[in-house]
């Protein structure tokens, strides 16, 4: 019967001459709001167990209301700076095995890691990622969003991409499997934020950053985050219309660097009392979440928010004072240190996910998850088998967990892999920066710092901050955790940088383990 | 039975928690290839009676084999200059009706016109077409490829847009109804041809004629015809594979200023002795030649050529001499004048179309047609009805014709409609430019010179180079035609150019006719 029924609808299907193309959406939309080095405690909502004083500070309703809404992920993972989580998130590997572990040049072939005294430059894919092996330096990979659109979804991405510098595939995102690209190019942040600015095109001053595909907002004052969110409901408008699922990748470039004021909202942070620079990154931050509320809003007008996923996420941590201002390690407390280093400040990642019908309301989650989960959680989300796909996945899928977040998700893995140079500062050591590897498994945390080999224990469960080394005091854990790195980083043939004083690898972390 | 049938077919569909969207390609695939500023000899393709000096200067093999396999139309019009026809092929109103009788600016707000001695400044739809009211000075209509859109197609622009200034929603194909958009924007020629000049955008020199998107060729020798026709079988490539029907709009923005020489052909133009600026005009014309011949091979190789069919167009005539070098009224020979006129060169327009399964193979339709019936025949192609569409068309479908070139269009009014200012030039009188309107009707063509109001009658069918005015010799068909013209203006609430002496609008020419 079943056979005799595909029969007549196809012989049904055949019959009109020019078939319109409409069928019963039950295919979730999915929108991941991926926000650019943005901390955790860059938000009102809390994501340590009692709020804190920067939760005070920012004003993020969006994102309140989003997880009254959805699942709170609380301890959610990216990489410390954003190329590597960018390709990780994309292609479901992570850094350690995609080579592209630091922050991609928008000019081709260029390594951005400064010169070091005690390392040679690493030989790391340089050109990020390549959905095709005809560039050099490149990972090779099939990212997600080709899946998506072989199956029929309309796939979107509006604001940064950075997966790859100019005369690479990687620049563009239509080569990653997008249908429709606003704004996304090979570079990693704006040049300007302000429209007034043409977001960068100037003539005479434009650089790789002025932001491509906007000309529609010169000199309208429309703030860069309002303009992308603006384009990102014209966009997802159209597989609306057309009943067609979607996926939107909405990443924004703020809150990166330039810190530049957000004037809708900026006057209360400095009656508040911030200084300039602050006052400015709160604005950033409160344009970012009312994005969010806007999406929110235009999904429910057009009654599609029940049948839309909506993850929220961070691509690594809060820029902390040595480019920003203020004492060191304080932009993420009470977690340590921020961008570059992998300490949690610097990878662990405020995430929520709202879904209506499948997602309980208003819950949390305390699996460790990494952004490596994102591919095969979006891709069973859309139903879609990834044999398709190239590579070997290092992300498992969330669905199970987040229809319920009790289930447990099994102890693995969770590796952050930075064997580049970021930034050069004196304060490198003090914030942990440069040269690090780590891994999260259970509630311990090993931090593997690669220039001195001196490795560091934590129990994340006591110790968030990572304050108290362990090292000493439970050896045992520190081998097994420090075995379970090594293996890991070594079947994933993980780079390691090379010393200059004897042209050797620094050693897996299993290797130097010699208590 | 049937409607038992759609209820089955209905539940079938159903019953799949994630149906994937396949369904059977019935609908054409719909290419318009519409070249820039190429004029009716600029091929080695004759759409004269016999082949003339031009046919054997240049090389365009791939448009011969199109004709051999399609239909020739040798009375295909357009607009004297690049946005009107652009506006009258998007929405299929004519330029007297759209009031875009200009070419627009990339800045809004920018009348093109240069100041004139005799009339003031024409008040005409300065920033082009818009897909909503928001924006001044614009022509309000339903661009068919959202129609197209809308009915399921896969619509991908290529190529030059220049639909509207930057700052408005016009500048940017997304809004008109494309689903993606490479290199397409507010400018109307690119900075540059060369992958290594960046198309344009150089540090400190880009202008807003640098061609955007294609940053992937930068520095590899890829000169933009062919970039762009990478990007377009990249583009199509992702339709066919969906099995949805596409409409591809590639727009080169050869053969337009600057003429810079396509490398792979300009040789060859040197050794027959051209001199430097024609030899690199008759590269640039057979690169795209090429770029045809390469998206015909694409369509071939991926099986789709027989289900697509293919419309090859140029928006202007060929520019004349006085641009170009050379003696005037020569370049688009035996028609007069060339880019910016009313006469035949700066209107009449080489068009083929190749469609397997419907057009006559090596076929030549008589019938004048114009750029403005795109639109209908398009939608009618597509099997979409036009009801959505805000506008009132002037173009009608050409359908019928293309299945049998026999079937005669009954006689229509053709208007060219150009009430501005081009190019100030002292040859304007010699070549005809600026402050012009004519009509075709029939075999008939009455050319009306708004400075001097002295209307020119032809007949087409004797004297394509519109040398012999007939006006003292057949005044009835004068006065026939130029009420007609009138009347049509007049219903399309055209505009006129106001005399700085009077105040008063240039009068409809039924109005001037005083024999």
């Given at each position: 019967m079943k056979k005799l029924m595909i029969t007549i609808a196809l012989l049904y299907a055949g019959l009109f001459a020019f078939p319109q193309r409409k069928m019963p959406q039950v295919r979730p939309n999915i929108i991941v709001f991926l926000v650019d080095d943005m901390g955790i405690m860059d938000t009102s909502l809390p994501f340590c167990k009692r709020i804190m004083p920067l939760n005070k500070r920012y004003h993020t309703p969006n994102m309140e209301q989003m997880a009254k809404e959805g699942m709170k992920f609380v301890n959610a993972y990216a990489q410390p700076v954003c190329t590597p989580t960018r390709v990780s998130f994309i292609t479901g590997m992570n850094a350690s095995r995609t080579h592209v572990t630091n922050w991609t040049s928008p000019q081709k072939n260029n390594n951005t890691d400064p010169e070091d005294d005690q390392f040679l430059p690493l030989n790391w894919n340089i050109n990020g990622l390549s959905p095709d092996t005809a560039t050099e330096h490149t990972v090779n990979a099939t990212p997600f969003p080709q899946l998506l659109r072989d199956a029929g979804y309309y796939t979107i991405h509006i604001g940064k991409a950075h997966w790859g510098p100019m005369g690479s595939p990687g620049a563009n995102p239509y080569n990653l499997g997008f249908m429709v690209n606003v704004a996304g190019h090979s570079a990693g942040h704006p040049q300007s934020y302000l429209s007034e600015q043409k977001y960068g095109n100037m003539p005479g001053k434009a650089q790789a950053q002025a932001v491509p595909d906007l000309e529609e907002y010169y000199n309208t004052n429309t703030f860069l985050t309002e303009a992308l969110t603006l384009e990102a409901k014209k966009a997802i408008g159209v597989p609306i219309e057309r009943k067609e699922p979607f996926y939107l990748?909405?990443?924004?470039?703020?809150?990166?660097?330039?810190?530049?004021?957000d004037k809708r909202f900026v006057q209360k942070y400095y009656d508040a009392g911030l200084d300039s620079t602050e006052a400015k990154y709160a604005s950033l931050i409160e344009g970012m979440d009312k994005s969010l509320g806007d999406i929110m809003d235009f999904l429910r007008a057009k009654k599609v928010d029940k049948n839309t996923i909506i993850i929220f996420m961070s691509d690594n941590g809060g820029l902390d004072a040595h480019l920003r201002g203020g004492k060191i390690n304080t932009h993420n407390s009470p977690f340590r240190s921020g961008k570059g280093s992998v300490y949690e400040g610097g990878v662990h990642e405020p995430m929520i996910v709202k879904w209506p019908a499948t997602v309980p309301a208003n819950s949390v989650n305390n699996n460790p998850v990494i952004?490596?989960?994102f591919f095969p959680t979006i891709l069973e989300i859309a139903g879609i088998?990834?044999?398709?796909?190239?590579q070997k996945l290092d992300g498992i899928s969330l669905l199970p967990t987040l229809k319920n977040p009790a289930v447990k998700i099994d102890d693995r893995p969770l590796i952050f892999h930075y064997p580049n140079n970021w930034n050069a500062t004196p304060d490198e050591a003090a914030l942990g920066l440069n040269y690090y590897s780590a891994i999260r498994f259970g509630n311990w945390k090993l931090v593997y710092p690669l220039r001195t080999k001196k490795l560091e224990l934590y129990d994340l469960s006591k110790d968030i901050g990572e304050e108290h080394n362990l090292d000493l005091s439970n050896p045992v854990e520190t081998k097994k955790l420090a075995a379970l790195l090594g293996n890991t980083l070594r079947e994933r043939n993980a780079q390691m940088p090379i010393e200059k004083?004897?042209?050797?690898a620094v050693p897996y972390p299993d290797k130097t383990f010699i208590k």
């Open positions: 990748n909405i990443a924004h470039y703020a809150v990166h660097v330039p810190i530049m004021a952004i490596d989960d088998k990834t044999s398709k796909k190239i004083s004897t042209g050797k």
